[in-house]
């Protein structure tokens, strides 16, 4: 029977979704039709988009108080169009970016206790101003404290300083809105997943773009993710026939991806997540309540099939609570938190096992909540793995210094007045015709224009 039967001890993984009263309930999450999670989640908070008639809010729950959440909830109300995109610092549970269509970003100290009025954006402890349309994305840099990346719809990925709010690199060359980006395990490049059927990779601290492949054949829905130590690129898209699939690549040689699953035809968008810790990679397909979660392994074929969890519900979002929240004496491997119009439910995925023991195969050392280097040490060209920590004896969160930053002064753009439009428009006209005038004189080549 070995001889047919593949060992593994994830094979019997099942998911469980949470009882009612240990849900977030009357929430009203975002129906934007950006292809966003639309929820986050730290140790201490869940976070998820909010649906506004005017501006741009999110809502932040204390992770230990489930239930239904009561009306006139408080709220951050900081944007002026929808928020697209929240994420977690992973060294502080109680800070949160924020992205929206306004074109801002916006950085949040979460107080104890949590909000008591709503927040606007003077709150903020940090502005991020630059991009010139809607800001799609937001990650945290894995490694380094107060870095984190932004993409926008004016086809540009930005890596910020949040200690300055300053921009450190803007990495251009995209032809179209760009989904996805995604850090690698150390945060030394950068990956991005576009509409333009393309995936890239960045080097993040000059903003040069180093590779780049033909993910998928089909525009909608593309995602990217890093596979943690492995170092391997994943997308995941639709064929030309809206099949959902998703490629495996080797980085060192972008020619040829290592694998290929089409995993079935649907027009929602596939949410990849992967816990680097047990080697499994989950896909949570957005407009259906399937989880689909698969063991990936060095060798050919390189990913395993191991379940599928199905709901009747469909979810317009997903996230994923970190690793240090997990249950470990129950065998709790992962927790996904599955987003519907007007609720979060935790879905558990646990491994059987009789044992109460401490399962040290299960739960290797994963990483924590301190920072391996500043934000300067990694501008200055240091790269580090994530500090890891163990589980056997509970985690216990170190001790969080409030967040101090330079905060940028915002000034309100000046509306200009018809004269001074028309001696723009002008002066831009003098300036067209004299560099028509250097082009047919030099004999210039567009290359030595644009330089």
């Known amino acids: 029977m070995a001889r047919f039967v593949r060992s593994s001890k994830y094979r019997h993984v099942f998911g469980a979704g949470a009882k009612h009263e240990f849900q977030f309930d009357n929430l009203r999450i975002s129906k934007s039709a950006w292809d966003t999670n639309k929820v986050a989640a730290s140790t201490k908070y869940i976070a998820v988009n909010w649906e506004a008639g005017g501006g741009g809010q999110f809502a932040v729950l204390d992770r230990e108080n489930p239930g239904k959440i009561k009306a006139g909830y408080p709220l951050y109300c900081g944007h002026k169009a929808a928020v697209l995109d929240i994420d977690f610092n992973p060294f502080n549970p109680s800070v949160i970016a924020s992205v929206g269509e306004d074109g801002y970003g916006?950085?949040?100290?979460?107080?104890?206790?949590?909000?008591?009025?709503?927040?606007?954006?003077?709150?903020?402890?940090?502005?991020?101003?630059?991009?010139?349309?809607?800001?799609?994305?937001?990650?945290?840099?894995?490694?380094?404290?107060?870095?984190?990346?932004?993409?926008?719809?004016?086809?540009?990925?930005?890596?910020?300083?949040?200690?300055?709010?300053?921009?450190?690199?803007?990495?251009?060359?995209?032809?179209?809105?760009?989904?996805?980006?995604?850090?690698?395990?150390?945060?030394?490049?950068?990956?991005?997943?576009?509409?333009?059927?393309?995936?890239?990779?960045?080097?993040?601290?000059?903003?040069?773009?180093?590779?780049?492949?033909?993910?998928?054949?089909?525009?909608?829905?593309?995602?990217?993710?890093?596979?943690?130590?492995?170092?391997?690129?994943?997308?995941?898209?639709?064929?030309?026939?809206?099949?959902?699939?998703f490629r495996v690549w080797d980085p060192r040689n972008l020619d040829q991806h290592l694998c290929h699953k089409r995993v079935d035809t649907s027009s929602g968008q596939l949410m990849p997540f992967y816990d680097n810790d047990s080697c499994m990679l989950y896909l949570a397909g957005k407009g259906d309540g399937n989880i689909r979660y698969y063991e990936l392994v060095d060798d050919a074929p390189y990913f395993h099939f191991l379940a599928e969890y199905k709901s009747s519900s469909p979810q317009i979002g997903m996230g994923v609570l970190p690793k240090l929240s997990c249950n470990v004496g129950e065998c709790e491997v992962q927790v996904m938190l599955k987003a519907t119009p007007s609720a979060v439910e935790p879905v558990s995925f646990k491994v059987p096992r009789k044992s109460d023991l401490f399962q040290d195969d299960l739960f290797p050392d994963t990483p924590g909540q301190v920072a391996p280097m500043t934000s300067d040490e990694w501008i200055a060209g240091k790269n580090a793995n994530p500090i890891l920590v163990s589980l056997e004896d509970g985690y216990v969160a170190p001790k969080y210094k409030a967040m101090e930053v330079k905060k940028v002064e915002v000034v309100a753009e000046k509306e200009l007045t018809t004269a001074e439009m028309k001696q723009k428009i002008k002066d831009l006209e003098t300036r067209i015709a004299y560099l028509e005038t250097e082009v047919a004189k030099r004999d210039l080549t567009i290359k030595d224009l644009q330089k």
């Open 106 to 245: 916006y950085v949040w100290a979460i107080p104890e206790g949590g909000l008591k009025e709503n927040a606007s954006s003077g709150d903020a402890v940090q502005t991020l101003k630059g991009h010139r349309r809607k800001v799609g994305t937001v990650n945290w840099h894995p490694t380094a404290s107060n870095i984190l990346a932004t993409s926008s719809t004016d086809y540009s990925v930005k890596v910020w300083d949040v200690n300055n709010g300053k921009v450190i690199t803007d990495a251009k060359g995209h032809s179209d809105s760009i989904g996805s980006v995604a850090w690698n395990y150390d945060g030394s490049m950068m990956a991005t997943a576009c509409k333009d059927k393309k995936a890239r990779i960045i080097d993040p601290r000059t903003g040069e773009i180093t590779a780049t492949l033909m993910a998928h054949e089909g525009a909608k829905g593309s995602r990217c993710l890093y596979l943690g130590t492995k170092g391997t690129l994943m997308t995941v898209g639709m064929t030309k026939l809206s099949e959902r699939e």
